[in-house]
């Protein structure tokens, strides 16, 4: 491996960079070129030496892909630091923050300052420019509901560009970032818009039983903090304990006639009521399937949460994906229904 840095670049090169710390399901694989840009100016000089032709690939800490062979191309995962209030008024404050910070620092600073909107989002793992990107949620919020504004540079052209919020196509795990503008556009940094004054949302089922009998001035946004943290490490693997992805699937979304009939045949069937259909939950469907717990050489689902892909040690991209499509196949055979995966395939 070489490392080339010029007295005028304010960005280091890496060839042939190993990639294994840099996914949170710790697949081996390297890219051919590895450039942590820690400036916008540096991340616009990447881009203007670089071939138009060359893959580019763009990872935060790896936590939402599966990397199935090594990068070819450029890949970058952008160290841009940085987190501050930009203004306030009565009731609101405004914050920005650079695309390489760990998600869960933002929401940790947040939260200290006594400001509301991020808790429920607390210990998601990964950076935050990666956050608009899959539209990350979690207990009843999504990010969507707190972007003000999304800060991008084009790759052909390098312009620093400006999305609001309802620019962005956000939808479930989703956005025109990893949709129709996927490759288009590198996300530089957010501004989210927050709460002064505590109005915490605790309809989710764990948080409701923890919170559900207090009024909204009593329920204080690091209570919130401290008890989602809490939740998720009871059933979710730190991926620095036990590699994975998150959740690997999405929860299917059916049509109401295709819920009712699945509720006739399982009475206990988990499912949710959308204005679109019925959301399923997917990690119910794969336990029932009989997947919970259950290994498939080095890499297994959860045993406390079916929805999880963990890497056991050792495993290949072949192995998460035979896995994969184990369990999707059981799934379809037993419920008829399809699973779609929710981390992206690279390259
Ligand atoms: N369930 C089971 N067995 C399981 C897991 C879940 O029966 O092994 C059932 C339970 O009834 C449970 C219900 O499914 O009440 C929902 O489970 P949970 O509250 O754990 O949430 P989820 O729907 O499985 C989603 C997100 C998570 C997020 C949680 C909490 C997706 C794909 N996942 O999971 O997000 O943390 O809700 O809001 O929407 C992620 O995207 O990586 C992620 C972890």
């Known amino acids: 491996m070489s490392q080339s840095q010029s007295p005028t670049h304010t960005f280091a090169l890496i060839d042939a960079a190993d990639l294994t710390g840099l996914n949170t399901l710790g697949l081996p694989a390297r890219a051919q070129r590895l450039a942590r840009p820690t400036t916008l100016d540096a991340l616009s000089q990447v881009l203007a030496e670089r071939d138009p032709a060359e893959p580019l690939f763009v990872i935060g800490e790896g936590s939402n892909v599966v990397i199935c062979s090594d990068l070819p191309g450029l890949t970058l995962s952008l160290a841009i630091d940085g987190m501050a209030r930009v203004k306030q008024d009565n009731t609101h404050v405004w914050v920005a923050a650079g695309a390489g910070v760990h998600w869960d620092d933002l929401v940790a600073w947040t939260v200290e300052q006594g400001w509301q909107g991020l808790e429920n989002l607390s210990l998601i793992p990964g950076t935050v420019g990666a956050a608009p990107f899959q539209n990350i949620g979690a207990y009843g919020v999504e990010l969507s509901q707190l972007l003000e504004q999304v800060t991008v540079m084009d790759v052909a052209t390098a312009q620093v560009k400006h ?30 818009r927050l709460n002064k004054m505590p109005q915490c949302n605790v309809g989710y089922g764990p948080l409701k039983a923890r919170f559900g009998h207090l009024s909204q001035a009593d329920i204080l946004p690091a209570a919130v903090r401290e008890h989602v943290i809490a939740v998720r490490q009871s059933k979710l693997p730190a991926p620095d304990v036990l590699a994975n992805a998150g959740s690997f699937f999405k929860n299917p979304v059916v049509t109401k006639e295709r819920g009712d009939a699945l509720k006739s045949r399982f009475a206990d069937l988990v499912a949710y009521t959308q204005p679109d259909g019925v959301k399923l939950a997917a990690g119910w469907l794969i ?22 892909l963990v890497n056991h040690g050792n495993a290949t991209s072949a192995d998460v994906i035979a896995l994969a499509e184990a369990v999707c196949a059981d799934v379809q055979e037993k419920f008829g229904v399809a699973l779609e995966q929710e981390p992206v395939l690279l390259p």
């Open 287 to 308: 336990e029932q399937a009989g997947w919970k717990g259950k290994r498939l050489g080095p890499v297994g689902m959860h045993s406390e949460q079916a929805l999880v």
């Open 163 to 192: 999305f609001a919020g309802n620019e962005c196509e956000f939808a479930y795990r989703d956005s025109r970032f990893k949709s129709r503008d996927r490759g288009r556009y590198i996300i530089t940094g957010i501004e989210l």
